[in-house]
């Protein structure tokens, strides 16, 4: 197991970090300040003013000093004992930038010093400038310079694990992103002191429409907030011609317009539902659910006429369903039963048919069974009247006997369930529409609900 070694500035552990072959770079993941040990410092680092505050070394606990560097340009700790050197955050970028070395990383004399264009060696004021190193020629396969320091390309971010949250003025904001920023370039006036390569630690929390971040560097800790504001809105108060670009993705801070709409639809989808379920009960107390019909029908294998008509028969009330209960004694065989419901008076037919079958038996020691000898089906709206009904069945069984029940205005349960589903797709759908608009937001911060490999899948 390897050593644990604390920051010395907030006391979290320190993450090793093999920025090339057997260096190790220690960050801390709280603070975003950097160690190195005192042999994989390439650059000199000569102190001045040296003097301990109290800080104990995370490689030995010896005291630590603190120190000016390049006339007072940079201030750092250094281990009394070991030659650790310890840099807040921002103050490695500073001694790139006065060092004139990118690459501070690696044992001195073994490796050449590398240069990018903006970095110069530092000058003291009032002495002529050094020459700058001479810098490797630049290929194509030399990869492009990083935005982020290179001792914090790995270090983790707790924020991502511990989803903090903000409350200010009655709202709650989500923790969104946290990142490491580096000032490339400075162009214009500041109310503050902007220079190269300062670092900051960005946290953004979000309460659509609302925007709330934190900047936190050495010895400042600053909160901001913001709106979002659409881009017509812009172009409008600009007076700016033509229209604005097309959105590309999902802003921080944008409101969900699916989200607004939910509420309403949830609304209006309880007032139907309300309705709906209403007017079921309603008809469900004023159904007769009155038997209309009921007898028995008879035929054999060797009938030449296998057709059967019923007497007639009254159908009372108003215009509704009926109930047709079909009991047969068919076992280990099947019967299709072509029926017709036939008005006397008008001879208006109601044709429909349904196929019954029933087998069992016994496998491996367990019984089984497959069908029913009984059916029930509905006609949806019967007028009253007088009928009778014709039966004319196919079947294998050497004697079909068929029982016929008819019960009239019959509520039915699944109806208003049906009517409950339809309601439910405008919502559904907004619903959906909604969750991808977040899943787009998300993706895009430190909580992203879906991943790639569940987009994708997982690679072979």
């Not at 989803?163 to 006036?189: C, I, K, M, N, W």
């Not at 296998?306 to 369903?321: L, Q």
């Not at 029982?403 to 959906?432: E, G, K, Q, T």
């Amino acid at each position: 197991m390897s050593e644990r070694l604390d920051c010395p500035k907030c006391k979290a552990p320190l993450e090793g970090h093999d920025v090339s072959d057997g260096i190790i770079v220690y960050t801390c993941p709280a603070c975003y300040g950097v160690m190195y040990d005192k042999e994989v410092l390439a650059v000199p680092l000569d102190l001045t003013g040296a003097a301990t505050k109290g800080l104990a070394c995370p490689r030995c606990r010896g005291a630590m000093e603190t120190g000016q560097g390049y006339s007072g340009a940079i201030e750092v700790d250094r281990c009394a004992s070991c030659g650790a050197v310890w840099f807040d955050a921002g103050e490695i970028q500073i001694l790139r930038r006065l060092s004139g070395v990118e690459n501070l990383a690696g044992r001195r004399g073994e490796s050449e010093i590398e240069t990018g264009p903006s970095f110069q060696p530092y000058s003291p004021p009032g002495s002529p400038p050094a020459p700058a190193p001479a810098r490797k020629k630049k290929t194509d396969d030399e990869p492009a310079p990083k935005t982020v320091p290179p001792e914090m390309a790995n270090a983790k971010n707790p924020d991502a694990d511990r989803s903090p949250t903000v409350a200010l003025d009655g709202r709650v904001y989500q923790h969104f992103q946290t990142s490491v920023p580096v000032t490339t370039s400075v162009l214009g006036e500041f109310p503050w002191t902007a220079k190269v390569g300062d670092v900051v630690r960005m946290r953004d929390f979000i309460s659509p429409p609302y925007l709330l971040s934190q900047e936190v560097s050495e010895g400042e800790k600053v909160w901001s907030g913001g709106e979002y504001v659409e881009p017509e809105e812009i172009w409008t108060a600009f007076a700016m011609p033509g229209a604005p670009p097309a959105k590309v993705g999902v802003a921080p801070a944008q409101p969900n317009p699916w989200s607004g709409q939910l509420g309403s639809l949830w609304g209006q989808f309880a007032l139907a539902a309300a309705a709906c379920v209403g007017a079921y009960f309603m008809f469900s107390v004023t159904a007769s659910r009155k038997t209309v019909y009921e007898g028995g029908f008879s035929v054999a294998a060797s009938d030449a006429e296998r057709s059967r008509v019923s007497d007639t028969f009254e159908i009372p009330g108003r215009t509704s369903n009926l109930e047709i209960y079909l009991e047969t004694n068919l076992d280990g065989h099947w019967a299709y039963v072509s029926m017709a419901l036939i008005d006397a008076d008008t001879d208006l037919a109601y044709d429909f048919g349904r196929e019954i079958s029933y087998y069992h038996g016994y496998e491996d020691g367990e019984s089984w069974s497959e069908g029913s000898g009984h059916e029930r089906l509905y006609l949806p709206s019967v007028p009253k009247g007088r009928y009778y009904l014709r039966l004319e069945p196919e079947t294998d069984a050497p004697q079909l006997n068929v029982r016929v029940v008819m019960r009239r205005d019959i509520p039915l349960l699944r109806l208003p369930f049906i009517s409950l589903l339809l309601l439910l797709i405008p919502v559904v759908w907004a619903v959906m529409r909604s969750g991808s608009f977040e899943n787009t937001r998300w993706m895009e911060s430190d909580h992203p609900r879906v991943s790639d490999d569940d987009d994708y899948g997982d690679d072979e």
